[in-house]
Structure formats: C-alpha cells, structure tokens
Nanobody, 119 residues
Framework: QVQLVESGGGLVQAGGSLRLSCAAS????????MGWYRQAPGKQRELVAQ???????NYAESVKGRFTISRDNAKETVSLQMNSLKPEDTAIYYC?????????????WGQGTQVTVSS
C-alpha cells in the first residue's frame, strides 16, 4: 500500500506561482513512477506531469515551460513547481504513484489539493 498526502494548494493571482508537494509512504518509493494530475469542474482528470524512477519527465503541452516536476527519493516526496499560472490551471490537483509488480501496474492517489487562479 502507498499513501499519498498533498499540500501547497491555494488561491493565487494569474501570473503567480505555487508549489505543490506530495509525501509518500512506501518501502520502495524510489521505484515508483510519480505524477500530478488535475481535474477541473465538469472535466475529466488529466495528466499534468510525470517523473519516472530514473528522473525522466513528461509534461502536458499546456504546462510545458511553466511547470516543473521533481522528486526527492531520500525524503520520499514529489513536488510540482507551478509558475506563470493561468485561470485555466484552476483545478483539484492529485498526486499519483504508479507501482508495477509482475508487469501489472497499480495506481495510488492522494486526496487532492485545490488550486485556484484568479484573473
């Protein structure tokens, strides 16, 4: 089992910055692929950014150049630095951990943290 706890959401004006953090519990955190997803009202949950066990990253086109995902395996945390925020970034942001055992992936989710960007 993996437990995820997000922090760092809030209200910010357009153009501002926020940093989300996710603390994970698990014996093999360094092997997990970690990610941030978001879900806006009336929309499906979408991938924002991912970081693999070896540090490779992947971003949604809409956040490239503005958001940066990072991980600290010693502290078992993953962070999302969000700069130049736009009103369309408003959503609930969820931390995700993906583990693979015997070729079968399992996804774990945090409870979500609200990010609101005012215009």
């Amino acid at each position: 089992q993996v437990q995820l706890v997000e922090s760092g959401g809030g209200l910010v004006q357009a153009g501002g910055s926020l940093r989300l953090s996710c603390a994970a519990s698990g014996r093999t955190f360094s092997t997990y692929a970690m990610g941030w997803y978001r879900q806006a009202p009336g929309k499906q949950r979408e991938l924002v950014a991912q970081i693999t066990w070896d540090g490779s990253t992947n971003y949604a086109e809409s956040v490239k150049g503005r958001f940066t995902i990072s991980r600290d395996n010693a502290k078992e945390t993953v962070s999302l630095q969000m700069n130049s925020l736009k009103p369309e970034d408003t959503a609930i942001y969820y931390c995700n951990a993906r583990t693979v055992k015997l070729y079968l992936p399992t996804d774990y989710w945090g409870q979500g943290t609200q990010v609101t960007v005012s215009s």
